[in-house]
Protein backbone atom coordinates (compact mmCIF):
# COMPACT_ATOMS: atom_id res chain seq x y z
CA UNK A 1 0.00 0.00 0.00
CA UNK A 2 2.00 3.34 -1.25
CA UNK A 3 -1.19 5.54 -1.42
CA UNK A 4 -3.50 6.28 2.17
CA UNK A 5 -7.07 7.02 0.16
CA UNK A 6 -8.92 9.07 2.44
CA UNK A 7 -13.20 9.78 3.20
CA UNK A 8 -14.62 12.30 4.67
CA UNK A 9 -17.97 12.45 7.14
CA UNK A 10 -19.37 15.54 6.43
CA UNK A 11 -19.17 18.58 4.06
CA UNK A 12 -18.85 21.71 6.49
CA UNK A 13 -15.93 24.07 7.07
CA UNK A 14 -13.47 22.30 8.83
CA UNK A 15 -13.80 19.19 5.74
CA UNK A 16 -13.39 22.52 2.97
CA UNK A 17 -10.35 23.48 4.32
CA UNK A 18 -8.86 20.15 5.44
CA UNK A 19 -9.76 19.15 1.93
CA UNK A 20 -7.45 22.01 0.59
CA UNK A 21 -4.02 20.73 2.03
CA UNK A 22 -4.06 17.76 0.86
CA UNK A 23 -1.86 18.57 -1.90
CA UNK A 24 0.80 19.08 0.18
CA UNK A 25 0.32 14.85 1.54
CA UNK A 26 2.30 12.49 -1.62
CA UNK A 27 0.95 9.62 0.08
CA UNK A 28 -2.83 10.56 0.57
CA UNK A 29 -5.56 10.59 -1.69
CA UNK A 30 -9.04 12.15 -0.85
CA UNK A 31 -11.10 9.93 -2.56
CA UNK A 32 -14.66 9.85 -1.38
CA UNK A 33 -16.99 12.14 0.41
CA UNK A 34 -20.13 11.73 1.94
CA UNK A 35 -23.48 14.01 3.61
CA UNK A 36 -26.70 13.11 4.41
CA UNK A 37 -27.62 15.75 1.26
CA UNK A 38 -26.21 14.28 -1.49
CA UNK A 39 -26.30 17.29 -3.00
CA UNK A 40 -24.15 18.70 -0.96
CA UNK A 41 -21.74 15.79 -1.44
CA UNK A 42 -21.51 16.35 -5.17
CA UNK A 43 -20.76 19.75 -4.98
CA UNK A 44 -18.08 19.44 -2.34
CA UNK A 45 -17.00 16.74 -4.38
CA UNK A 46 -16.64 19.05 -7.51
CA UNK A 47 -14.82 21.78 -5.58
CA UNK A 48 -12.12 19.22 -4.62
CA UNK A 49 -12.03 17.00 -7.50
CA UNK A 50 -13.03 14.01 -5.42
CA UNK A 51 -13.60 11.15 -7.30
CA UNK A 52 -16.85 9.51 -5.07
CA UNK A 53 -19.51 11.46 -3.47
CA UNK A 54 -21.90 9.97 -1.36
CA UNK A 55 -25.68 10.89 0.17
CA UNK A 56 -25.21 8.02 3.12
CA UNK A 57 -22.90 7.83 5.80
CA UNK A 58 -22.94 3.77 5.41
CA UNK A 59 -22.09 3.82 1.52
CA UNK A 60 -19.12 5.70 2.15
CA UNK A 61 -18.21 3.26 5.66
CA UNK A 62 -18.61 0.27 3.16
CA UNK A 63 -16.66 1.16 0.49
CA UNK A 64 -13.64 -0.99 0.35
CA UNK A 65 -11.23 1.39 -1.15
CA UNK A 66 -11.34 3.86 1.58
CA UNK A 67 -8.60 3.26 4.13
CA UNK A 68 -9.15 6.07 6.55
CA UNK A 69 -12.62 7.90 7.57
CA UNK A 70 -12.03 11.37 8.87
CA UNK A 71 -15.04 12.62 10.87
CA UNK A 72 -16.08 16.64 10.18
CA UNK A 73 -19.53 16.16 11.28
CA UNK A 74 -20.27 17.87 14.64
CA UNK A 75 -18.91 16.29 18.49
CA UNK A 76 -22.52 14.62 18.56
CA UNK A 77 -22.25 12.68 16.00
CA UNK A 78 -18.67 11.65 15.95
CA UNK A 79 -19.50 8.69 18.24
CA UNK A 80 -21.84 6.33 16.54
CA UNK A 81 -20.36 7.30 13.11
CA UNK A 82 -16.92 6.51 14.19
CA UNK A 83 -18.19 2.71 16.31
CA UNK A 84 -19.30 1.83 12.59
CA UNK A 85 -15.95 2.80 11.05
CA UNK A 86 -14.40 0.70 13.54
CA UNK A 87 -16.77 -2.28 13.15
CA UNK A 88 -15.78 -2.09 9.38
CA UNK A 89 -11.77 -1.87 10.29
CA UNK A 90 -11.42 1.45 8.80
CA UNK A 91 -8.66 4.44 10.29
CA UNK A 92 -10.03 7.25 12.07
CA UNK A 93 -9.21 10.66 12.39
CA UNK A 94 -11.76 12.27 14.52
CA UNK A 95 -12.02 15.74 14.45
CA UNK A 96 -12.32 17.55 18.66
CA UNK A 97 -13.79 17.60 20.22
CA UNK A 98 -13.38 13.85 19.94
CA UNK A 99 -17.13 13.22 21.15
CA UNK A 100 -19.57 15.54 23.34
CA UNK A 101 -19.14 13.43 26.54
CA UNK A 102 -16.30 11.18 28.08
CA UNK A 103 -18.41 8.28 28.07
CA UNK A 104 -18.64 8.40 24.91
CA UNK A 105 -14.74 8.83 23.77
CA UNK A 106 -14.22 5.99 26.05
CA UNK A 107 -16.12 3.74 24.42
CA UNK A 108 -15.16 4.78 20.74
CA UNK A 109 -11.38 4.12 22.33
CA UNK A 110 -12.29 0.89 23.70
CA UNK A 111 -13.45 -0.16 20.10
CA UNK A 112 -10.61 1.07 18.03
CA UNK A 113 -8.06 -1.09 20.47
CA UNK A 114 -9.72 -3.65 20.39
CA UNK A 115 -10.09 -4.19 16.97
CA UNK A 116 -6.33 -2.70 16.35
CA UNK A 117 -7.32 -0.20 13.79
CA UNK A 118 -5.61 3.50 13.77
CA UNK A 119 -7.71 6.37 15.84
CA UNK A 120 -6.68 9.81 16.38
CA UNK A 121 -8.13 13.11 17.64
CA UNK A 122 -7.73 15.83 14.91
CA UNK A 123 -5.98 18.46 17.50
CA UNK A 124 -4.15 19.82 14.15
CA UNK A 125 -2.33 22.07 16.64
CA UNK A 126 -0.21 19.41 18.03
CA UNK A 127 1.62 19.03 14.64
CA UNK A 128 2.75 22.14 13.84
CA UNK A 129 6.09 22.86 13.36
CA UNK A 130 5.70 25.96 15.77
CA UNK A 131 4.16 23.92 18.35
CA UNK A 132 6.52 21.17 17.35
CA UNK A 133 9.49 23.90 18.28
CA UNK A 134 8.18 24.56 22.07
CA UNK A 135 8.24 20.58 22.76
CA UNK A 136 11.86 20.72 21.65
CA UNK A 137 12.61 23.86 23.35
CA UNK A 138 11.13 22.13 26.88
CA UNK A 139 13.04 18.65 25.67
CA UNK A 140 16.36 20.64 25.61
CA UNK A 141 16.01 21.89 29.11
CA UNK A 142 15.83 25.42 28.16
CA UNK A 143 13.27 26.71 30.24
CA UNK A 144 14.08 24.15 33.03
CA UNK A 145 11.07 22.11 34.54
CA UNK A 146 8.07 23.37 33.12
CA UNK A 147 5.76 24.50 36.18
CA UNK A 148 2.78 26.18 34.49
CA UNK A 149 0.76 26.94 31.50
CA UNK A 150 -1.12 30.17 30.88
CA UNK A 151 -3.22 31.34 27.61
CA UNK A 152 -6.54 32.03 25.94
CA UNK A 153 -8.29 31.38 22.73
CA UNK A 154 -11.18 33.95 22.47
CA UNK A 155 -13.11 33.36 18.56
CA UNK A 156 -15.70 36.30 18.75
CA UNK A 157 -19.14 35.38 17.53
CA UNK A 158 -22.80 36.97 16.81
CA UNK A 159 -25.00 35.36 19.17
CA UNK A 160 -27.53 32.81 16.70
CA UNK A 161 -29.05 30.18 18.50
CA UNK A 162 -29.71 28.13 15.31
CA UNK A 163 -25.97 28.25 14.32
CA UNK A 164 -24.24 24.94 15.36
CA UNK A 165 -22.03 26.92 17.60
CA UNK A 166 -24.95 27.80 19.57
CA UNK A 167 -27.13 25.17 19.24
CA UNK A 168 -27.19 22.14 22.57
CA UNK A 169 -27.83 19.60 19.61
CA UNK A 170 -24.69 20.00 18.07
CA UNK A 171 -22.12 20.11 21.11
CA UNK A 172 -23.31 24.32 20.98
CA UNK A 173 -20.95 26.02 23.40
CA UNK A 174 -16.97 27.47 23.96
CA UNK A 175 -15.90 24.62 26.03
CA UNK A 176 -16.19 21.92 23.37
CA UNK A 177 -15.14 24.12 20.11
CA UNK A 178 -12.54 26.61 21.96
CA UNK A 179 -11.58 25.16 25.50
CA UNK A 180 -10.83 22.13 23.85
CA UNK A 181 -7.79 23.48 22.04
CA UNK A 182 -6.26 25.48 25.81
CA UNK A 183 -7.37 22.16 27.77
CA UNK A 184 -5.56 19.70 25.05
CA UNK A 185 -2.21 22.51 25.14
CA UNK A 186 -1.71 22.29 28.26
CA UNK A 187 -2.29 18.84 28.91
CA UNK A 188 0.62 17.94 26.62
CA UNK A 189 3.05 20.10 28.50
CA UNK A 190 1.43 19.32 31.90
CA UNK A 191 0.07 15.66 31.81
CA UNK A 192 -2.54 14.71 33.95
CA UNK A 193 -4.94 17.04 35.94
CA UNK A 194 -5.66 16.61 39.50
CA UNK A 195 -8.12 18.95 40.39
CA UNK A 196 -10.38 21.63 38.08
CA UNK A 197 -11.76 25.18 38.88
CA UNK A 198 -13.78 26.36 36.10
CA UNK A 199 -16.37 29.49 35.97
CA UNK A 200 -18.44 30.74 32.87
CA UNK A 201 -20.47 33.06 31.35
CA UNK A 202 -24.15 31.83 29.11
CA UNK A 203 -25.51 32.20 26.14
CA UNK A 204 -29.10 33.74 26.48
CA UNK A 205 -30.36 29.98 25.53
CA UNK A 206 -27.68 28.63 28.13
CA UNK A 207 -24.88 27.51 27.14
CA UNK A 208 -21.52 28.03 27.30
CA UNK A 209 -20.75 31.56 25.67
CA UNK A 210 -17.07 31.94 27.84
CA UNK A 211 -15.08 30.19 30.63
CA UNK A 212 -12.32 29.96 32.43
CA UNK A 213 -10.44 27.65 33.48
CA UNK A 214 -7.64 26.42 36.46
CA UNK A 215 -6.27 23.13 36.30
CA UNK A 216 -3.47 21.60 39.05
CA UNK A 217 -2.07 19.03 37.41
CA UNK A 218 -0.59 15.76 38.83
CA UNK A 219 3.27 17.07 38.58
CA UNK A 220 2.38 20.10 40.33
CA UNK A 221 2.10 22.40 37.64
CA UNK A 222 -0.68 24.96 36.90
CA UNK A 223 -2.55 25.70 33.98
CA UNK A 224 -4.21 29.52 33.76
CA UNK A 225 -7.02 29.17 30.95
CA UNK A 226 -9.58 31.31 29.09
CA UNK A 227 -11.72 30.72 25.82
CA UNK A 228 -14.93 32.34 24.63
CA UNK A 229 -17.32 33.80 22.20
CA UNK A 230 -18.25 36.82 23.13
CA UNK A 231 -15.11 38.62 22.96
CA UNK A 232 -11.45 39.20 21.56
CA UNK A 233 -8.46 38.26 23.15
CA UNK A 234 -4.68 37.72 21.74
CA UNK A 235 -4.93 33.96 21.39
CA UNK A 236 -1.18 33.54 23.44
CA UNK A 237 0.02 30.75 25.10
CA UNK A 238 3.17 31.18 27.35
CA UNK A 239 4.62 27.77 28.78
CA UNK A 240 6.14 28.64 32.14
CA UNK A 241 9.69 26.94 33.57
CA UNK A 242 11.90 27.00 36.81
CA UNK A 243 14.79 28.98 34.07
CA UNK A 244 12.60 31.14 31.56
CA UNK A 245 9.38 30.89 29.67
CA UNK A 246 8.26 30.11 26.01
CA UNK A 247 5.73 32.54 24.46
CA UNK A 248 3.93 30.98 21.72
CA UNK A 249 2.76 34.01 19.34
CA UNK A 250 -0.83 34.93 18.04
CA UNK A 251 -2.69 32.94 17.34
CA UNK A 252 -1.26 30.16 18.82
CA UNK A 253 -3.70 27.90 17.41
CA UNK A 254 -2.01 28.83 14.00
CA UNK A 255 1.19 29.66 14.99
CA UNK A 256 4.52 30.47 13.26
CA UNK A 257 6.68 32.23 15.80
CA UNK A 258 7.53 31.38 19.37
CA UNK A 259 9.88 33.10 21.38
CA UNK A 260 12.18 31.51 24.26
CA UNK A 261 13.17 33.65 27.30
CA UNK A 262 15.50 33.56 29.93
CA UNK A 263 16.67 36.12 32.54
CA UNK A 264 19.77 37.90 31.89
CA UNK A 265 19.71 36.76 28.05
CA UNK A 266 18.42 38.43 25.04
CA UNK A 267 14.95 36.14 23.94
CA UNK A 268 15.31 33.70 21.08
CA UNK A 269 12.78 34.01 18.42
CA UNK A 270 12.54 30.80 16.51
CA UNK A 271 10.26 31.01 12.95
CA UNK A 272 8.74 27.58 11.75
CA UNK A 273 6.15 28.49 9.30
CA UNK A 274 3.35 26.03 8.32
CA UNK A 275 2.57 24.11 4.98
CA UNK A 276 -0.97 25.36 3.76
CA UNK A 277 -3.46 25.73 5.69
CA UNK A 278 -1.79 23.47 8.37
CA UNK A 279 -4.03 20.81 8.74
CA UNK A 280 -1.77 18.73 6.13
CA UNK A 281 0.64 18.16 8.99
CA UNK A 282 -1.44 16.03 10.85
CA UNK A 283 -2.73 14.63 7.51
CA UNK A 284 0.92 13.57 7.14
CA UNK A 285 0.78 11.93 10.44
CA UNK A 286 -2.33 10.09 9.94
CA UNK A 287 -0.90 8.79 6.60
CA UNK A 288 2.52 7.59 7.57
CA UNK A 289 1.25 5.42 10.63
CA UNK A 290 -1.67 4.03 8.77
CA UNK A 291 1.11 3.02 6.11
CA UNK A 292 3.77 2.15 9.13
CA UNK A 293 0.89 -0.58 10.35
CA UNK A 294 0.45 1.59 13.90
CA UNK A 295 -2.55 1.91 15.54
CA UNK A 296 -1.87 5.55 17.63
CA UNK A 297 0.00 8.96 17.82
CA UNK A 298 2.43 9.10 19.95
CA UNK A 299 1.99 13.01 19.48
CA UNK A 300 -1.90 12.81 20.21
CA UNK A 301 -1.96 9.17 22.07
CA UNK A 302 -5.84 8.38 22.75
CA UNK A 303 -4.59 8.70 26.73
CA UNK A 304 -4.26 12.45 26.20
CA UNK A 305 -7.41 12.47 23.96
CA UNK A 306 -9.49 10.85 27.14
CA UNK A 307 -7.67 13.19 29.45
CA UNK A 308 -8.47 16.04 27.76
CA UNK A 309 -12.15 14.93 28.03
CA UNK A 310 -12.16 14.10 31.50
CA UNK A 311 -11.49 17.57 32.06
CA UNK A 312 -13.64 19.18 29.76
CA UNK A 313 -16.26 17.19 30.82
CA UNK A 314 -15.64 18.40 34.35
CA UNK A 315 -15.80 21.97 33.53
CA UNK A 316 -19.30 21.61 31.88
CA UNK A 317 -20.27 19.51 34.90
CA UNK A 318 -19.33 22.77 37.07
CA UNK A 319 -21.06 25.16 34.50
CA UNK A 320 -24.32 22.79 34.95
CA UNK A 321 -24.17 22.13 31.02
CA UNK A 322 -24.59 18.26 30.43
CA UNK A 323 -23.63 16.78 26.45
CA UNK A 324 -24.76 13.77 25.15
CA UNK A 325 -23.75 11.87 22.05
CA UNK A 326 -26.82 11.91 19.42
CA UNK A 327 -27.91 8.97 17.83
CA UNK A 328 -27.40 8.22 14.06
CA UNK A 329 -28.46 5.93 11.73
CA UNK A 330 -26.00 4.51 9.63
Excluded at 77 to 84: E, Q, T
Excluded at 152 to 164: E, G, M, N, W
Aim: hydrophobic share 45%; glycine share 12%; aromatic share 8%.
Amino acid sequence: MDTIRWGFVGAGGIADVMASDFGFVPNAELAAIASRDLGRAEEFAAKHGIERAYGSYADLLDDETIDVVYLANTHPHHHDVALAAIERGKALLVEKSFTATLAGTEEVVAAARAKGVFCMEAMWTRFLPAVAAAREVVAWGRIGDVLGVQGDLSAYRAYDPSHRLFDPATGGGAMLDLGVYVVSFAQSFLGAGRAVNCVGRFAPNGVDMAAAINIEHEGGGLASLACGFDGHGPGRMVVHGTKGWIEVEPRFHHPTTLSVHRTGVLPRVIEANMTGRGYCHEITEVTDRVLAGDTESPVMPLSDTIEVMRILEECLRQLGIEQSEARVAI
